[in-house]
C-alpha cells in the first residue's frame, strides 16, 4: 500500500525547500500532489515547418541549429541571446533575454525541437524564449505539457517534476475510488490511468476522459455528502409543534392575501413543524417576496406550541426591521418580542436575558450578539436566519445549539438555479417563493453611457425634489486608477461639492464601523440624508420605501445577481421606482448583461445568465454564495454532469440510504464538511472520498 498522506519533502526532487514553496500551494502530501491539477495545457507535440509559422502564435518547431549562440547587449542588465536555425522550409531566430547560461548549450549541426512564441516582422521569423530539447530526450516539448495554477517563485519545471517523481510513486497503484458497476455503466476511465492522463495526457481525447472521470467523482462524492448529512438531519428527533395551532388563526389576521407561494411555501413548513423530526429547510425567495412574513407566521405557530423563537439577521438595521413588523402583527395576539443587539446597555441586556432564560420573551429578534454564551432560552423551538449566506455553518450551529434539536429555517434573497441549490444546500429540504406579491410596481431600469451623466443627474435631482431618495452605487472604496473605478470618497466630494451641492449628502462603505454604517442608515431611513453614496454595503434587505432611484457606478464590475440584489434596495414604497446602471466599454458580453437587468425584474432569470455570462468561478466568487471550492469541476462548464449526478446520487441513495451494500463500500467515505461561507475556513472538499474513510 502506498501511503498518500506523506510529506511531499522526502519526495523525489522536492527536498525541504520546495516543499515550503508547494505548500504555499496547499500541496502538503503525495495526494495533494498528484490531485493538484493542471489549469491549462499547452500543446508541444505538434511541429510546425518555419515557412508556416504565423506572427502571434505559441508552436513547436524542429530544426538543426546553424549557428552558435551570440550574445548582444541591450542595455545594462539586458543581453540578448540569439542563435539560427534552419529546417527543409526556411531559417530563423531564436532568441531569449537573459540566459547566460545557454551559451554552451547547443551544438552546431544538431536537430532541437523549439516551443515558444512566434514573431513574424517583414518576412523576419523570429521565436522568442523558447523551451527547447534535444530531439531523442525531449522533456519540455513533443508531447501536451500541462501547465499548474503556481505562485512566481515555483517554476513549472519544478511543480511539473514533482508532479511526475509523485506519480511514479503511485503509478498503476491507486486504489479505485469508484464501484466497478458506474465505472461499467457510464464508461469511466478507472483511477491510475485518470490520474496519469490528467497531468500528461497521450492526447486531448484521453485528457477529456481523465477529466469526465474526475470530475464525474467529484460531483458524486459530493452530492453524496450531502444526501447523507440530510439523511442524518431528519433522522433526528425533533420537536412536533402542535397540531391544534392553526397557521390560519394568523394568515387570516393580516392586511393583504398571501401568495400562492407564500401559502405553499408555509403548508411545506406547516409539515415539517408538525412532524416528529426537526425540519431543516431553505426558504429561497426575490427580494420582496415576502419571506418575513413567512417566518412570522412559523414563528407564530412555535410560540403558541409553547416554544420561543430565535431570528438572527446579520446587520442591526435588519434586525431592528424585523422587530419593527413583528411587532406590528404579533403584539394583538400577546407575543413578546425582543431585540439583542451588541449596541444595547448592559443593564438594559441584563434584564433581557434575565427574561428569555425565564420564558418571558417569545421571539428574540437580534444580530451576532445572540450568539454570546450568556444568551439562554428557556425552550427554544425555532431558528430563523436571514440572508444566511452571511453566517458560517460555526455560527448557525451555535445559535440551533440552543435548543434541543429546534427546527431551521434559513432564508436566502439570492436566488439560483435550482441545479446549483442542490450542490450548495443538498442537505436540506429547499423551498422557493417564485412570486411577487401583486401590484408590485417593476422597477424601471436604463442601462446608460458617461455621455448621459448630465441628463441622469438631473433626473437625479428631479427625484429628489418631489421628495424621494436615492442611492449611488459604485464598486469600490480605493480608486485604482489602473481600472478607471471609482472611489466613494472621491465621488462623495465631487458629488456633495458640484453636482449635488444643493442636498443632503452623505456615504457608506464597507471600512467604517458597524456603528458609524448603523447611524448613517439611520439617518437615510428619517429621511435626513437624500443622497447615499456607498458601496455595496447596502445590499442586504434594507427597508427605505422612500427611496426611489438608484444610479449604479460602472455597473460593468458587478455579477448580475448582485446587481439585482441592490436594485431591490428600491421599489420597496409606493412610489415607481428607477434603477439606472452607469457602464463603461463596449465588449458584447457587457451589453448583454445590462439588456438582462433592463428587460427581466425576475432574480432566477438573472441568476441563471448571470452563471451562463460569466461562468461560475465569477458567480460564485462573491460572498453571496459560498460554493465549496472543487478541485476540478467547474459548475457551468459541467451543468451536463451536475445533472446527470445529481440524479445517480438520488437513485443511490433511495436503494442503499446507508450505502452498506458491498456493490457501494467504496462510496460510503466520511462525511465532509463543506464550507458554506466566507467564514468557514478550512474543511475543503476533498476530491477522494476513499482516502478519507476512518
Ligand atoms: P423579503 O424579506 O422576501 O425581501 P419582505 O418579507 O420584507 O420581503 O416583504 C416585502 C414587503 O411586502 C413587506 O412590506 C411585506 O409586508 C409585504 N408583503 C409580504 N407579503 C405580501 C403579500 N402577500 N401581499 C402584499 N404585501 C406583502
Ligand atoms: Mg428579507
Known amino acids: 500500500m502506498i501511503d498518500l498522506n506523506q510529506s511531499i519533502q522526502y519526495i523525489k526532487g522536492v527536498g525541504p525547500q520546495r516543499a515550503t514553496l508547494l505548500q504555499k500551494l496547499n500541496i502538503y502530501t503525495l495526494e495533494d500532489l498528484i490531485t493538484y491539477f493542471p489549469r491549462e495545457y499547452e500543446d508541444r507535440s505538434n511541429p510546425k515547418k518555419i515557412m508556416q509559422l504565423i506572427d502571434g502564435e505559441e508552436a513547436l518547431i524542429e ?47 544538431e536537430k532541437y525541437n523549439f516551443f515558444g512564441k512566434v514573431s513574424v516582422k517583414y518576412g523576419k521569423v523570429e521565436i522568442l524564449n523558447p523551451v527547447f530539447d534535444k530531439e531523442e530526450t525531449s522533456q519540455n516539448t513533443g508531447k501536451i505539457i500541462p501547465i499548474y495554477p503556481s505562485t512566481y517563485s515555483l517554476p513549472q519545471g519544478t511543480i511539473r517534476r514533482a508532479i511526475e517523481n509523485g506519480l511514479s510513486i503511485v503509478e498503476g497503484k491507486l486504489e479505485e475510488t469508484l ?69 390560519s388563526e394568523l394568515i387570516n389576521k393580516l392586511p393583504f392575501n398571501l401568495t400562492k407561494a407564500q401559502l405553499r411555501v408555509l403548508e411545506e413548513i406547516d409539515n415539517d413543524m408538525e412532524s416528529p423530526h426537526s425540519m431543516n429547510r431553505l426558504l429561497q425567495g426575490d427580494v420582496g417576496s415576502g419571506k418575513t412574513i413567512v417566518a412570522m407566521i412559523a414563528a407564530y405557530k412555535a410560540v403558541k406550541s409553547g416554544y420561543q423563537v430565535a431570528i438572527m439577521a446579520p446587520t442591526a438595521i435588519l434586525a431592528s426591521q424585523h422587530l419593527e413588523s413583528f411587532e406590528s402583527i404579533l403584539n394583538q395576539f400577546g407575543i413578546r418580542c425582543e431585540l439583542l443587539i451588541s449596541s444595547i446597555t448592559k443593564k438594559k441586556k441584563i434584564e433581557l436575558l434575565g427574561r428569555l432564560q425565564n420564558g418571558e420573551i417569545d421571539i428574540l429578534i437580534g444580530t451576532h450578539a445572540m450568539l454570546e454564551e450568556n444568551v439562554i432560552f428557556k425552550n427554544l ?173 460602472n455597473a460593468e464590475r458587478f455579477g448580475l445577481a448582485q446587481l439585482h440584489q441592490l436594485r431591490g434596495r428600491v421599489g420597496r414604497g409606493e412610489y415607481q421606482s428607477y434603477c439606472i446602471l452607469k457602464f463603461e466599454g463596449n465588449g458584447k458580453t457587457t451589453k448583454e448583461r445590462m439588456k438582462v437587468m433592463c428587460q427581466t425584474n425576475d432574480g432566477f432569470i438573472i441568476s441563471e445568465k448571470d452563471l451562463e455570462l460569466r461562468g461560475s468561478g465569477d458567480f460564485f466568487g462573491t ?57 468557514d475556513t478550512g474543511g475543503k472538499f476533498s476530491l477522494f472520498s476513499i482516502f478519507h474513510k476512518k
Open 63 to 109: 530544426a538543426v541549429v546553424i549557428s552558435k549562440v551570440t550574445e548582444i547587449k541591450v542595455r545594462k542588465n539586458m543581453i540578448i541571446e540569439k542563435l539560427i536555425a534552419r529546417d527543409e522550409t526556411g531559417s530563423c531566430i531564436i532568441s531569449w533575454f537573459n540566459q547566460k547560461y545557454l551559451k554552451g548549450k547547443f551544438e552546431v549541426g
Open 179 to 247: 464501484p466497478t458497476y458506474l465505472l461499467e455503466e457510464y464508461h469511466l476511465l478507472d483511477l491510475n490511468t485518470a490520474i496519469k492522463q490528467i497531468h500528461f495526457p497521450d492526447d486531448f481525447k484521453e485528457y477529456k476522459r481523465a477529466r469526465t472521470r474526475l470530475v464525474f467523482e467529484e460531483l458524486l462524492g459530493m452530492q453524496l455528502a450531502l444526501l447523507n448529512l440530510k439523511q442524518e438531519n431528519t433522522q433526528n428527533e425533533g420537536i412536533e409543534f402542535s397540531k391544534k395551532v392553526k397557521m
Open 623 to 679: 460572498e453571496q454564495h459560498g460554493i465549496p471550492e472543487f478541485k476540478i469541476a467547474n459548475l457551468f462548464e459541467d451543468m451536463g454532469t451536475l445533472k446527470k449526478v445529481q440524479k445517480i446520487a438520488m437513485e443511490i441513495m433511495a436503494d442503499d440510504p446507508l450505502l452498506e451494500k458491498e456493490k457501494n463500500i467504496k462510496l460510503s467515505g466520511e462525511a465532509i464538511q463543506i464550507p458554506r461561507s466566507k467564514q
Open 381 to 553: 423551538g425555532l431558528v430563523v436566519t436571514d440572508e444566511q449566506h452571511r453566517f458560517g455553518v460555526k455560527q448557525r450551529a451555535t445559535i440551533s445549539n440552543k435548543g434541543q434539536n429546534p427546527d431551521i429555517i434559513a432564508m436566502s434573497a439570492t436566488p439560483i438555479p435550482r441545479t446549483l441549490a442542490l450542490i450548495l444546500y443538498g442537505d436540506l429540504d429547499i423551498s422557493i417563493i417564485d412570486e411577487l406579491p401583486p401590484n408590485r410596481k417593476k422597477i424601471e431600469t436604463f442601462a446608460v453611457t458617461k455621455e448621459m451623466t448630465e441628463r441622469v443627474n438631473t433626473f437625479v435631482k428631479k427625484q429628489i425634489d418631489e421628495g424621494r431618495q436615492a442611492y449611488i452605487v459604485c464598486p469600490l472604496v480605493e480608486e485604482n486608477e489602473e481600472l478607471g473605478l471609482k472611489s466613494v470618497i472621491e465621488l462623495e466630494e465631487k458629488y456633495k461639492n458640484e453636482t449635488f451641492s444643493n442636498y443632503k449628502v452623505a456615504y457608506l462603505h464597507g471600512k467604517m464601523k458597524a456603528k458609524e454604517k448603523d447611524e448613517i442608515m439611520e439617518q437615510f431611513k428619517n429621511g435626513e440624508i437624500q443622497i447615499l453614496i456607498s458601496t455595496t454595503v447596502i445590499e442586504v434587505g434594507v427597508n427605505v420605501p422612500n427611496a426611489s432611484i438608484m444610479v449604479v457606478e
